[in-house]
């Protein structure tokens, strides 16, 4: 995940910045850079792999300098080599800006800025933002005001941080959505930037934290945050963090799981990472080892997990058939060996894992491999024991989660294997390249649709104060969104310790319908998606028995508000990706309920991060 680090004092900044980016090289990346300004220039360093060639670069073309910016690069736009690596300069090379996101307009903006003269010298979204500020420098304005006009060119979330050369002594940085922090280390006499706390926790233990629409310009002995939306000056708090760095890594949240929600937008935009090609409408998924052949020649998937990654595979069964028009199975990894399951060289076995040491999925996959299965993975522990026997994998590229209850490390799998099936369905030709640019179009939509769900979680809070006494809850949802349901009851379970319990909508008034009265919230998943009327009308049967109803519904729907007690709203999204921003609002009710009974949210009782036992 994407490392940010800059500093700007008395000191020599190079092994500041690259400390700082060892500092956060648990995050994953694949490529890495600095620049800094010496004697008057701006030099950069960068090369595509790990941190050590890097290094290997500044101990042969050494820089020194009293201010710079440096960045660990997951691939968005662009193949990962030095050429896309971070930093990146406008065409007079005054500019160098450092990022954090997806610009969701980049190609409408590479357009415009080619037809002003404006020639590339990378492949990424991120160059057009130092380009963006040249423009208004041009026309006379100044470092800061011109980064925050260029910042309201760009859609999606962002965190960016900016140098220019002909004013040497100021770092700018910005915050737009929840694309990963941007937090400042207030020094004597020095200021640092990062995008973690422990990138600069050993400088200093005094922050501040950029919130979203904000910006700041920062000097060796002052800072100054100003609005984006129309540069107006803004107080903040400078606060003091602990050295524990158990307590740093938390940030500005209370929780892990909280922040572990939060980080979300960043966790899909490093899913998205180096996997997408927008311009041509393609997914690439080289460590899966998939051919057109093999493509063609599946039969069945069958997904294999436990908890939560089941929820996920069964969001992704929807997904394949839909887009693949491949069979799929989802079959929960505890029951999967004992019931002498019917695969073979023709079927892929999908294991699903967070630790990617689940005994029963490794169980699972075991007995698949002894069938003759092919076998595939989707983990977030890198070189972990599912990734390793595993003929080809997905790697989350979520960074570590500390919560025992999943939150990123089960939305990126919804991604991933959204983009399995485009791929799937492109090998095998069940997707003409209208549909496929279509689909792959609308990845660049979700961590700006996942931010902005974010950003009402003020208002989930209210809701939660509402139901935090409750003692049972009911969960419906139908097609895409229905397993939405069973997960959004299992985060409530898990961490507030209140029976909730997940239906089909369409098998309420099979059972379900004797529990409902005034006592018992029922949560109903009803954006607008292909089965939104079924909802309504499940709803409707739900009122007309006296329950209380709270609906996650999509912005502008007019006809859940008057028929539900209380709305969670989420923005309009394309309805194979639904489920993406339809869990979020569940995982911050079930958050809130949870912190205002009291629960322990990070470590809930009896239950373990990674379950190593059968």
């Not at 539900?564 to 339809?582: G, K, M, N, R």
Request: hydrophobic letters at 45%.
């Amino acid at each position: 995940m994407c490392g940010i680090v800059g500093y700007v004092g008395a000191r020599d900044a190079t092994p500041i910045i690259f400390g700082g980016l060892k500092r956060l090289e648990y995050r994953g990346y694949d490529s890495a850079g600095l620049a800094v300004i010496q004697g008057g220039q701006v030099e950069i360093r960068r090369d595509a792999g790990k941190l050590e060639r890097l290094g290997a670069l500044l101990e042969t073309q050494p820089v020194h300098g009293n201010i710079g910016i440096g960045h660990t690069r997951w691939a968005t736009h662009g193949e990962p080599n030095a050429r896309n690596a971070h930093p990146h300069v406008g065409e007079s090379g005054d500019v160098v800006v450092v990022h954090n996101g997806i610009v969701e307009n980049f190609l409408a903006l590479r357009d415009e800025l080619q037809a002003e003269g404006v020639s590339f010298r990378s492949e990424t979204d991120t160059e057009i933002i130092a380009h963006l500020v040249e423009r208004y420098l041009a026309m006379g304005e100044d470092f800061p005001e011109a980064a925050r006009k260029a910042i309201h060119h760009l859609q999606g979330a962002h965190g960016i941080v900016l140098l220019y050369r002909q004013e040497p002594g100021k770092i700018v940085a910005a915050r737009v959505g929840n694309a990963g922090g941007v937090v400042l280390g207030v020094g004597e006499g020095e200021m640092f930037v990062a995008s973690d706390l422990p990138a600069i926790l050993e400088h200093t233990r005094r922050m501040v934290f950029l919130e979203s629409g904000q910006l700041a310009v920062v000097q060796r002995d002052r800072f100054e945050i100003l609005a984006i939306e129309d540069g107006s000056p803004l107080e903040v708090e400078v606060q003091s963090v602990p050295w524990d760095p158990v307590s740093a890594e938390k940030g500005e949240y209370k929780h892990f799981m909280l922040k572990e929600i939060f980080e979300q937008v960043r966790s899909i935009t490093d899913t998205i990472a180096g996997r997408v090609d927008f311009e041509q409408g393609r997914i690439i998924l080289p460590q899966l080892n998939l051919t057109p052949e093999m493509a063609k020649r599946i039969q069945k998937i069958v997904i294999t997990g436990c908890g939560t990654a089941a929820h996920a595979g069964m969001v992704g069964k929807v997904l394949i058939e839909r887009i693949a028009r491949i069979p799929v199975e989802v079959d929960i990894a505890s029951e999967f060996r004992y019931r002498e399951p019917l695969v073979d060289a023709n079927t892929i076995v999908l294991a699903i894992s967070q630790s990617g040491e689940t005994a029963d999925t490794l169980a699972a996959m075991d007995e698949a491999r002894k069938r003759g299965a092919v076998l595939w993975s989707i983990v977030n522990a890198i070189g972990s024991q599912a990734m390793r026997v595993a003929d080809g994998y997905i790697s989350m590229q979520v960074g570590p989660e500390i919560g025992v209850a999943s939150t990123k490390a089960f939305t990126a799998p919804l991604v991933d294997l959204y983009m399995l099936a485009i791929l799937l369905g492109d090998l095998r030709g069940s997707l003409d390249a209208r549909q496929r640019r279509s689909l792959v179009r609308d990845l660049r939509l979700i961590p700006d649709l996942v931010g902005r769900c974010l950003d009402r979680a003020q208002a989930v809070e209210e809701i939660a104060r509402v139901f935090k006494d409750m003692d049972h809850c009911l969960y419906l949802g139908r097609g895409v969104n229905m397993p939405i349901a069973y997960e959004g009851a299992l985060k409530l379970k898990e961490i507030s310790y209140i029976h909730a319990e997940a239906y089909p909508a369409g098998e309420m008034k099979h059972g379900p319908i004797a529990l409902i009265d005034e006592e018992m919230p029922v949560v109903a998943i009803a954006p607008r998606d292909p089965w939104y009327e079924k909802m309504i009308s499940q709803i409707e049967q739900t009122k007309a028995r006296g329950g209380v109803v709270v609906a996650v519904a999509t912005d502008g729907d007019e006809l859940l508000p008057p028929i539900a007690d209380h709305v969670l709203w989420v923005p309009e999204t394309p309805w194979l990706l639904s489920p993406v921003t339809t869990t979020i609002p569940l995982q911050l009710l079930a958050y809130h309920i949870a912190v205002l009974r009291g629960a322990d949210v990070d470590q809930p009782r009896n239950l373990a991060k990674s379950v190593t036992v059968e």
